[in-house]
């Protein structure tokens, strides 16, 4: 069973991943999940956290000479901004009288988590549910990616829109719709949008927001190509690819939607304009004529391209505050609090989106063939597609 943990405050000492399950004999490079946590690090909007972290993984367990030995796999990434912290971090008793964290900012975890945990500083909370946490799923994403390649399978995403800019997403979403050149122009776009033009729209709305003490949202997609017809299963409701895939998009801090396919343009027509009409070829192998399913249908692949739409929130921590509550005293005030942030997280969201679609794409194709080693699970894969 593959199974991943993750732990580690914003402002602690590292962040701690444990990843269970991955075959023995799995050859995996550092410089491959490192250049994931740099991308997740990128795009225009990001504020001055990423300029003093330097994110690289280090293999603490389960890895030898380049491969996997089978065994529970350990990953450390430094938080290098411990050092300013380890006072307010440290995990031992402390004689300097700390002021709490009261004043709860609207949209975040600070009041719900709060409340939950009988905390009466929210600091408590903010270190656990900050977006930094995803750095270490990136980390498990980039294992994930180099399993994966060993099936013909890769994962990319883009940046459809941020704010009210973005493209006219009703398009088609079968193979041919993403030229490969595609991915290269979205790698060297500030915003991760293959689009050069609105590229440059894009930031001059976070720039907007930005003078206006304000935050952005927008929307990214992730898709998934090479996934063989048979992952995921609908004997049980949380077996379904669809469901593990909706589950994982809507983990990232700020997702609040989640479409797979055409998603809820489907719900704008009828029938005979959705279902995607099945072709088998003269070579053997099948396709659709259209992908409107996003490559998901009754829960199972269905060979095309999995395609998932992702809708992120403004970010809740704003240069000019909105009002709220002061906890400690139970008074209404006139700003909440305001802790060093982002304007705009779209385009490291859809990093970590794709870090999401590595890992559940993983689990799923471990549930259908099995494997010790890699060996045999590529013997089980070969074997399932000649039958």
């Given at each position: 069973?593959?199974?991943?943990?993750?732990?580690?405050?914003?402002?602690?000492?590292?962040?701690?991943?444990?990843?269970?399950?991955?075959?023995?004999?799995?050859?995996?490079?550092?410089?491959?999940?490192?250049?994931?946590?740099?991308?997740?690090?990128?795009?225009?909007?990001?504020?001055?956290?990423?300029?003093?972290?330097?994110?690289?993984?280090?293999?603490?367990?389960?890895?030898?000479?380049?491969?996997?030995?089978?065994?529970?796999?350990?990953?450390?990434?430094?938080?290098?901004?411990?050092?300013?912290?380890?006072?307010?971090?440290?995990?031992?008793?402390?004689?300097?009288?700390?002021?709490?964290?009261?004043?709860?900012?609207?949209?975040?975890?600070?009041?719900?988590?709060?409340?939950?945990?009988?905390?009466?500083?929210?600091?408590?909370?903010?270190?656990?549910?900050?977006?930094?946490?995803?750095?270490?799923?990136?980390?498990?994403?980039?294992?994930?990616?180099?399993?994966?390649?060993?099936?013909?399978?890769t994962?990319?995403?883009?940046?459809?829109?941020?704010?009210?800019?973005?493209?006219d997403?009703?398009?088609?979403?079968?193979?041919?719709?993403?030229?490969?050149?595609?991915?290269?122009?979205?790698?060297?776009?500030?915003?991760?949008?293959?689009?050069?033009?609105?590229t440059?729209?894009?930031i001059?709305?976070?720039?907007?927001?930005?003078?206006?003490?304000?935050?952005?949202?927008?929307?990214?997609?992730?898709?998934?190509?090479?996934?063989?017809?048979?992952?995921?299963?609908?004997?049980q409701?949380?077996?379904?690819?669809?469901?593990?895939?909706?589950?994982?998009?809507?983990?990232?801090?700020?997702?609040?939607?989640?479409?797979?396919?055409?998603?809820?343009?489907?719900?704008?027509?009828?029938?005979?304009?959705?279902?995607?009409?099945?072709?088998?070829?003269?070579?053997?192998?099948?396709s659709?004529?259209?992908n409107?399913?996003?490559?998901?249908?009754?829960?199972?692949?269905?060979?095309?391209?999995?395609v998932?739409?992702?809708?992120?929130?403004?970010?809740?921590?704003?240069?000019?505050?909105?009002?709220?509550?002061?906890?400690?005293?139970?008074?209404?005030?006139?700003?909440?609090?305001?802790?060093?942030?982002?304007?705009?997280?779209?385009?490291?969201?859809?990093?970590?989106?794709?870090?999401?679609?590595?890992?559940?794409?993983?689990?799923?194709?471990?549930?259908?063939?099995?494997?010790?080693?890699?060996?045999?699970?590529?013997?089980?894969?070969?074997?399932?597609?000649?039958?």
């Amino acid at each position: 069973m593959f199974r991943f943990l993750t732990a580690g405050e914003s402002h602690g000492p590292c962040l701690t991943m444990i990843v269970e399950g991955l075959p023995a004999g799995l050859a995996v490079e550092k410089e491959v999940v490192d250049a994931d946590l740099r991308r997740r690090q990128g795009g225009y909007g990001r504020g001055g956290r990423m300029k003093i972290e330097k994110d690289a993984i280090r293999f603490l367990a389960g890895v030898r000479h380049g491969k996997t030995l089978g065994s529970p796999i350990t990953m450390q990434v430094e938080n290098l901004d411990w050092v300013n912290w380890e006072e307010r971090m440290n995990a031992a008793p402390v004689e300097a009288e700390m002021e709490p964290v009261t004043r709860v900012r609207p949209g975040h975890a600070d009041f719900t988590g709060s409340v939950k945990y009988g905390h009466d500083d929210v600091r408590n909370v903010i270190e656990r549910s900050s977006s930094r946490e995803t750095a270490s799923r990136v980390a498990v994403g980039g294992l994930c990616r180099q399993f994966l390649s060993q099936f013909g399978i890769t994962v990319h995403s883009h940046v459809l829109s941020v704010a009210n800019v973005g493209y006219d997403i009703s398009r088609s979403m079968t193979g041919d719709a993403y030229p490969e050149d595609m991915w290269r122009q979205v790698e060297e776009s500030a915003m991760r949008c293959a689009d050069a033009e609105l590229t440059e729209k894009m930031i001059a709305r976070i720039l907007e927001a930005k003078r206006d003490g304000d935050t952005c949202g927008g929307v990214f997609e992730v898709a998934a190509f090479g996934v063989p017809i048979g992952l995921g299963s609908f004997s049980q409701w949380d077996r379904r690819l669809s469901t593990r895939v909706g589950m994982a998009m809507m983990s990232i801090p700020s997702v609040k939607g989640v479409e797979i396919g055409a998603g809820f343009d489907a719900t704008r027509t009828t029938g005979s304009h959705v279902h995607d009409v099945l072709r088998h070829e003269e070579n053997g192998s099948w396709s659709h004529l259209t992908n409107n399913a996003g490559g998901i249908e009754g829960g199972i692949s269905n060979g095309e391209p999995i395609v998932v739409r992702v809708g992120v929130k403004p970010i809740p921590t704003l240069a000019h505050p909105l009002p709220s509550v002061d906890l400690a005293t139970k008074e209404n005030i006139d700003q909440s609090r305001y802790e060093r942030s982002d304007v705009c997280v779209v385009p490291a969201a859809g990093v970590v989106g794709e870090a999401m679609m590595s890992i559940v794409l993983t689990e799923a194709l471990l549930d259908k063939f099995g494997g010790d080693s890699i060996e045999e699970t590529l013997r089980n894969y070969r074997s399932y597609l000649q039958q």
